[in-house]
């Protein structure tokens, strides 16, 4: 019986353990985790989400002060559209965040930046332009193109030095966002290096809509690949979404997946950025507990736990100080949703809002509790403690586990 280690992730001459681990943000995929990947062979991923208040967090920058100061005149203004994002900071945060995590790196394996175009930050197309190319200045292994279909983002660093040498991939959830995507960008003359293959179990943002249920991985994986086969396009497929053994990954490498992408378990590790607390939450978890709704003010719907403190949390929304879901024209959904409970409830010091989260503020105080369909399970990955507490994970042993478990058995922690 194979195991994962039976397998590599090839990228030229390049040989890697198949095991990539997802970028969720913010910064929930740490750099410590990610770290951890690249040393023992695979691949790790960082989110640039929300960077400039990771930047504050990790390295005492003032990038989120400095805004707010700023932008103070306006907190009571619902009128958003004067708030913006200072390019040359925001440079800087993902220089420092890419950067230091770069500089730390030892081993033979890689580390991307996941992403994401749905972070349209009240300027959308130039902020995202600075975050890969900031990414890219600051020495990233590769990109990870995530939540959206990202039809102009090669163009936009296609000038860049790196465009050709750093490894540069695209999430998709059917095979027609991937049609699309390499129609929409031949004529850069560059195909993505991999493509990650997102099927509908997976934790966050989802490329489905509330019809998720009807789709399955596999199917979708299948399709893809016999496209790529038929159009004679070698790029490495990395299915994602639900793969919670070694021999769930193994199933599907050996059906031509380059490797697989997994998150999940590795949300329990001690390298995860959740508070210890919220760790708890996801081993206590039932399968009753885990939703996909539509509270994102992204637009996609988001699986995560019910018991999520973002969830119903009217506050004011605070887009002086982040502001990272603005569009185009300084609007968000959750702006609006509050405004209305505002309007329905005169006087009311605390109002509700349940169609939408503030996503910027609830991320960023980890009260957005976003998981994979099989969080439920993560009790049978670990102990229970004479506390009543689980033990938490090593990164190493649940990669470990991975890679050399086989029949599907999962490793206890000793």
Known sequence: MKSVDDFRLKFGDKELVPIVIGGMGVDISTAELALEAARLGGVGHI???????????????????????????????????VVRFDLDQLAEATRMHVGRTMEAKRGDGLIFVNCMEKLTMNSPRETLRVRMQGALDAGADGITLAAGLHLGSFALIEDHRRFRDAKLGIIVSSLRALQLFLRKTARCGRLPDYVVVEGPLAGGHLGFGM?????????????????????????????????????????????????????????????CGLPE??????????????????????????????????????????????GYLLDSTGNCSY????????????????????????????????????????????????????????????????????????????????
């Open 47 to 81: 989110s640039d989400a929300m960077v400039n208040t990771v930047a504050d967090r990790r390295f005492n920058a003032r990038f989120v002060k400095d805004k707010l100061k700023q932008y103070k005149f306006n907190v009571a203004n619902s009128d958003k559209s």
């Open 277 to 322: 607390d919220v760790k708890q939450r996801y081993f206590e978890a039932s399968e009753e507990q885990i939703e996909v709704n539509q509270i994102s003010p992204t637009g996609y719907p988001m699986r995560m736990l019910s018991n999520s403190p973002a969830i119903g949390d009217g506050i004011r929304p605070n887009c002086e100080a982040y």
């Open 211 to 271: 019809d998720w249920a009807e789709y399955d991985l596999a199917t979708i994986f299948a399709e893809i690949h016999r496209h790529l086969q038929a159009e004679k396009l070698d790029i490495p497929l990395i299915p994602a979404g639900g793969i919670f053994t070694g021999s769930d990954a193994v199933s599907f490498l050996e059906q031509g997946a380059a490797a697989v992408q997994v998150a999940t378990r590795f949300t329990v590790s001690r390298e």
């Open 335 to 414: 702006i609006n949703a509050y405004n209305r409970e505002v309007a329905a409830n005169p006087g009311v010091k605390r109002i509700s809002v349940r169609d939408k989260t503030c996503l910027c503020t609830q991320m960023r105080n980890f009260d957005c509790w976003t998981c994979g369909h099989y969080t439920y399970r993560l009790k049978d990955t670990s102990r229970r403690l004479p506390d009543g507490s689980y033990q938490l994970l090593n990164a190493e042993h649940i990669f470990r586990d991975y890679q050399f478990s086989t029949d599907g058995k999962i490793l206890a922690p000793e």
